[in-house]
């Protein structure tokens, strides 16, 4: 029950913040007129985020993060592809109008922004191996995996209420102003987090 309840609160806290995916999630759940259309984000993140704490568990990432070079090269996509998502979140704001339908992502562009800042997010990457990998070595056998297992059943069930209550706000912004505002705040988010990456990659140099 120990290693249950570890999970459990440890996924809570690492999840909770602010970050680039929930942003994504959260949008999605938002400019969806039906909540089944935002379902590829949701599913997306929540299974890239099973692969990224089954793989800080067994301590394959640990072995991977040992090379420098490979880091770095992570770190720099990861920091490519978040000046490119804030650019987007920023466009799509100036779209939203007034009784217009919300701008909104195919399945196909859901799957592939999910997964993009999911794992090519490094804030995301470092907190699932520096955490949850190195919390996981307090336990072995069967524990081990019932923290794995509470980590991850956290995150489903986080994605999936973060969209729902997303939705619901869309729901009341008839007119789309506050998401418009949303989309803009989640933009000079997400380039503030690109820069602190950015300042990551000549640290590790």
């Avoid at 290693?3 to 994504?24: D, E, K, M, S, T």
């Avoid at 196909?108 to 990457?125: D, E, G, R, Y």
Wanted: aromatic share 16%; net charge positive; with cysteine.
């Amino acid at each position: 029950m120990e290693p249950f309840l570890h999970g459990i609160i440890l996924a809570f806290g690492l999840i909770l913040p602010l970050g680039v995916q929930n942003i994504f999630v959260f949008t999605q759940g938002a400019t969806h007129k039906k909540f089944t259309n935002a379902l590829p984000a949701i599913f997306t993140a929540a299974i890239c985020d099973t692969f990224l704490i089954s793989l800080a568990v067994t301590g394959v990432s640990l072995i991977v993060f040992n090379f420098i070079w490979l880091k770095t090269i992570i770190f720099f996509v990861g920091f490519l592809f978040l000046i490119y998502m804030g650019w987007v979140m920023w466009r799509d704001s100036s779209q939203i109008k007034k009784h217009q339908e919300l701008n909104q992502f195919s399945p196909k562009k859901q799957i592939t922004f999910a997964a993009s800042v999911s794992l090519l997010n490094p804030h995301a990457i470092m907190d699932t191996i520096g955490v949850i990998g190195t919390s996981s070595l307090a336990y072995s056998g069967t524990e081990k995996w019932l923290f794995a297992l509470s980590c991850i059943a956290i995150s489903w069930l986080w994605f999936l209420a973060l969209a729902i209550t997303g939705r619901k706000i869309g729901q009341l912004d008839t007119n789309g102003k506050f998401l418009r505002y949303i989309n803009q705040i989640s933009a000079v988010i997400i380039w503030i987090m690109a820069i602190y990456i950015f300042s990551q990659i000549f640290q590790s140099l």
